[in-house]
């Protein structure tokens, strides 16, 4: 069982936005730029990087999303901060 991921992700304000930034990374961009000049989260200074957390540290829909996806995927999630593109770095 996966007891902590480590995670990247890069906040937009819309699902249009998120859909742009995905769209961009699958094209071959760099995840890392794309959230530096793209994030509205503190993150974006490590190119989005969350480090590693277990469950219950981020709010629900974020944390679902991250311990579903496979080590290197992408998806997109809503929050009550907005828009997230996030990528599954690793879990042990």
Known sequence: MVK???ASH???????KAKEVLAKIKAGQSFEMLAMEC???PSKKKGGDLGW????RMVREFE????NLKKG???ITKTQF???VIK????K
């Open 53 to 56: 957390f277990g469950r219950g």
């Open 10 to 16: 890069i906040l937009v304000k819309s699902e249009d």
């Open 73 to 75: 995927e992408l998806g």
């Open 64 to 67: 679902n999303l991250a311990f």
């Open 88 to 91: 599954k770095v690793d879990e």
């Open 39 to 41: 994030s509205m989260c």
């Open 4 to 6: 902590e991921v480590r």
């Open 82 to 84: 907005g828009w997230h």
